[in-house]
């Protein structure tokens, strides 16, 4: 499971783990968001929010036939996968936000890690100035707020592993397979960047 607040680049560092490595799968569940563009079209299925398909994401979660399934805190846009998602077996790559850690910790996978990724402050500030088009002021401040939210809840975990997805995505993603496999140490310096992080945002 990839947390970590917005704009650090969870998805860069997922797509970048999958290419490398073909035991690695991204999970590529739905959305009731608008689709920003093209490019976004390989990480969801997006599903239009109206109240048909509303009612039909209800009927799959009453039926358990949801792996996962939530409504953004912030954008109450509808995200979830189903099992079909999940391939044959191969490690999955997951997008999540605490809330839904939570609820995925309690489902019988076979092993399960958090991975909370995050970059220092100057360089994702430059992330986020560099797509601020995407979101309006209101937008931007309770985005914010969850990644205060985020970060918080990551620092109160002991079973983190933090990554450091400043500028290296090759070592970044050398070390999240690392991870993934059960042979890295973990990063005291990237939890470090994260508690920076938290302390910049407050």
């Known amino acids: 499971m990839f947390s970590g607040p917005f704009a650090v680049g969870k998805t860069?560092?997922?797509?970048?783990?999958?290419?490398?490595?073909?035991?690695?799968?991204?999970?590529r569940g739905f959305t009731t968001r608008p689709c920003r563009s093209s490019s976004e079209e390989e990480n969801?299925?997006?599903?239009?929010?109206?109240?048909?398909n509303l009612q039909a994401i209800i009927r799959k979660a009453v039926n358990r036939e949801l792996v996962q399934g939530m409504v953004h805190p912030t954008t109450r846009f509808v995200y979830g996968s189903e099992l079909a998602d999940?391939?044959?077996?191969?490690?999955?790559?997951?997008?999540?936000?605490?809330?839904?850690?939570?609820?995925?910790?309690q489902l019988p996978f076979r092993n399960s890690r958090i991975i909370e990724v995050?970059?220092?402050?100057?360089?994702?500030?430059?992330?986020?100035?560099?797509?601020?088009?995407?979101?309006?002021?209101?937008d931007m401040q309770a985005r914010i707020k969850e990644a205060r939210h985020n970060l918080k809840w990551a620092l109160g975990r002991d079973n983190v592993v933090w990554i450091d997805n400043s500028e290296d995505i090759e070592g970044a993603t050398s070390y999240t397979l690392d991870v993934i496999r059960g042979l890295a140490v973990p990063s005291d310096r990237a939890r470090l960047i994260g508690k920076e992080f938290f302390v910049k945002l407050a």
């Not at 860069?12 to 999970?27: G, H, P």
């Not at 969801?44 to 048909?52: I, L, S």
Request: charge should be negative; aromatic fraction near 6%; charged fraction near 30%.
């Open 12 to 27: 860069t560092l997922m797509q970048s783990v999958e290419k490398a490595s073909d035991d690695c799968l991204r999970i």
């Open 44 to 52: 969801y299925r997006f599903v239009p929010h109206n109240e048909e």
């Open 86 to 105: 999940y391939g044959d077996g191969t490690t999955v790559l997951l997008d999540a936000v605490p809330k839904a850690v939570e609820t995925i910790e």
């Open 118 to 138: 995050v970059a220092s402050p100057d360089v994702w500030h430059s992330r986020v100035t560099a797509r601020d088009d995407q979101h309006d002021e209101s």
